[in-house]
């Protein structure tokens, strides 16, 4: 499902994970620990940032949403070019803190 996404909105690609989730949710929360759908948890929002990120293809679009997001500029623009892939970024903390 989030394979090539850089085409398709947030929206569309929300509502094409939200039944497969659910599904997941109430397959396993039968057992006792809550510990693998933290880390699904955790992963699809990385993944999701990580959509995001891509989908802002120059360094001044991604610096220009960071701070719009509310990063300060410097940071914003350091983070824009720092040449680190997508996956990296996503789990930075500029991304987290936006």
Same mark, same amino acid.
């Given at each position: 499902?989030?394979? !090539? @996404?850089?085409?398709?909105?947030?929206?569309?690609? #929300?509502?094409?994970? @939200?039944? #497969?989730?659910?599904?997941? #949710?109430?397959?396993?929360?039968?057992?006792?620990?809550?510990?693998?759908?933290?880390?699904? +948890?955790?992963?699809?929002? *990385?993944?999701?940032?990580?959509?995001?990120?891509?989908?802002?293809? %120059?360094?001044? @679009? %991604?610096?220009?949403?960071?701070? !719009?997001?509310?990063? +300060?500029?410097?940071? $914003?623009?350091?983070?824009? #070019?720092?040449?680190?892939?997508?996956?990296?970024?996503?789990? $930075?903390? *500029?991304?987290?803190? $936006?």
């Amino acid at each position: 499902l989030l394979r !090539r @996404t850089r085409a398709r909105s947030m929206r569309y690609i #929300v509502e094409q994970m @939200t039944p #497969v989730l659910r599904g997941w #949710v109430g397959y396993f929360k039968l057992s006792q620990s809550k510990r693998p759908l933290e880390e699904l +948890d955790g992963w699809v929002r *990385h993944k999701l940032r990580c959509v995001i990120w891509r989908q802002w293809k %120059r360094p001044s @679009t %991604r610096a220009r949403n960071l701070i !719009r997001l509310g990063i +300060d500029e410097a940071r $914003a623009w350091k983070s824009a #070019v720092n040449g680190r892939g997508p996956w990296w970024n996503s789990g $930075a903390s *500029h991304m987290n803190q $936006a």
